[in-house]
């Protein structure tokens, strides 16, 4: 089993602290993001979208797309649990992973695209849709804090694999190169972040 | 337990396929997206994101988001296992999935909100960024279709989760009102389509 993946890219770091939570260590293929190795042929037969991370299993078996390797280490080890235990449990988290990825990730990402002059020359930027999702995520995220009043972690009482994508999701929007960081005027974000930030995992 | 859920909504139906092929029945509250009853007040409590599907289990807990809704009936019920029952079926499954929401479903819900007129009052349409995603679709889907050629499904030889989300996502694209139909040339995607549509639970 390998697993590729880059320290510049918060999908495999997302992968990276599900495996430090379960304690379990597989062995890691850098791939150079920057220079373009997660396209060249070799790479696109693992994961022909050539993005990271990719686990490759023995029987040459490629997994991409990051909660797809982690739910494949969930199934593997399944204690401690991140994905939920009870089918409301399952369902919760689940609920809370896709809110957080698709009210919050991928607006950001199409924000990074639209204005960040690193990806000029890859696509025909338009700044109005990056000012659109800039406002979109703004919305959700102060719905969110108000939401977080009650709770610690983002799906309910227990950390678990929703934690994992908002905090990557929240340090790479904090990151220079992204830019658009999350108001230290949201308390209950600043507070949870100050938790999960705490786990050894995080340190992934 | 209650399932709100429209007619007008092809995450809806996901969940109605779901439900056919368990064999379960849920009551349902057809909630009319168009007049806005997906925003009311009332609605907004169960889902705050104003968005059908949305289930509402006896103790008042609700579960939005329609992958979400079937990751609970599938815990409830687990046969036909439609998320996959060894952990590499599941992560494979899972790949598949991901792949369909954020290389077609997504980008297609992008090229329909700045496209079409019955989204002109709602968004500030970027023609260009319709464009760009139009694009993106074809890139994928003529891949996709590649990638087919030796198998039935989506994720493999079996029916999945994936095939739901792909075939609901299919025909909302060839409705008349989104407007970006599947070429005909794609044939190892026409014969999945004709194939996942011939079953009774395409008819939810």
């Not at 990056?130 to 703004?138: H, T, Y």
């Not at 992204?178 to 308390?187: D, F, I, K, N, R």
């Amino acid at each position: 089993m390998k697993l590729y993946q880059s320290y510049f890219s918060p999908n495999s770091r997302r992968v990276r602290m599900f495996l430090a939570e379960k304690g379990l260590e597989v062995p890691c293929v850098d791939v150079d993001i920057r220079s373009g190795q997660s396209h060249t042929p070799e790479y696109l037969k693992i994961n022909p979208m050539g993005a990271v991370p990719a686990l490759e299993l023995d029987d040459d078996t490629a997994i991409a797309e990051s909660v797809a390797i982690c739910r494949y280490f969930e199934a593997l080890q399944p204690e401690p649990r991140l994905f939920g235990s009870t089918p409301k449990e399952i369902a919760v988290i689940e609920m809370w992973q896709r809110r957080i990825e698709l009210k919050w990730f991928v607006p950001l990402t199409q924000y990074w695209l639209h204005s960040a002059p690193m990806w000029a020359y890859n696509v025909k930027q338009l700044p109005e849709l990056a000012e659109q999702n800039r406002d979109e995520i703004s919305r959700f995220l102060t719905w969110l804090d108000g939401d977080m009043a009650d709770r610690e972690y983002i799906a309910g009482d227990r950390y678990s694999m929703a934690d994992i994508i908002a905090l990557t999701t929240m340090d790479h929007a904090n990151s220079a190169h992204v830019g658009h960081p999350v108001s230290p005027e949201l308390h209950n974000l600043a507070r949870w972040h100050q938790r999960v930030s705490g786990r050894p995992s995080a340190r992934a």
